[in-house]
Nanobody, 127 residues
Framework: QVQVVESGGGLVQAGGSLRLSCTTSGLRFGSYAMGWFRQAPGKEREGVSCIGSSRDDPRYTDSVKGRFTISRDNAKNTLYQQMNRLKPEDTAMYYC????????????????????WGQGTQVTVSS
């Protein structure tokens, strides 16, 4: 049984930082590209970042470039996202997802291409 569990969300002031983690079990973590998505109330889920199975091919949505960094530790079956200089518009539920490809590729932001999802962790940025 595959499990994907996010942690690290919370309430932070604008300009602050958070580090999200995502641990997995039941899948061959090192064979999956991994992504972070987020969904704010009343909005569609959007891709935030993606990293290839070998820690390559990092992708970011434009609004987080230069502020967020995705990384992974295949030995620990864990995905991370360091989020700096947070803005109120970053407020959302953040989800971790696994995709059965090695690379993120050009369509990494399509949520339907991901095979496994976590339950999410809430990030709230106050102004």
């Amino acid at each position: 049984q595959v499990q994907v569990v996010e942690s690290g969300g919370g309430l932070v002031q604008a300009g602050g930082s958070l580090r999200l983690s995502c641990t997995t079990s039941g899948l061959r973590f090192g064979s999956y590209a991994m992504g972070w998505f987020r969904q704010a109330p009343g909005k569609e889920r959007e891709g935030v970042s993606c990293i290839g199975s070998s820690r390559d091919d990092p992708r970011y949505t434009d609004s987080v470039k230069g502020r967020f960094t995705i990384s992974r530790d295949n030995a620990k079956n864990t995905l991370y996202q360091q989020m700096n200089r947070l803005k109120p518009e970053d407020t959302a539920m953040y989800y971790c997802a696994a995709r059965s490809t090695e690379l993120c590729g050009s369509i990494w932001g399509l949520s339907g291409d991901y095979n496994y999802w976590g339950q999410g962790t809430q990030v709230t940025v106050s102004s």
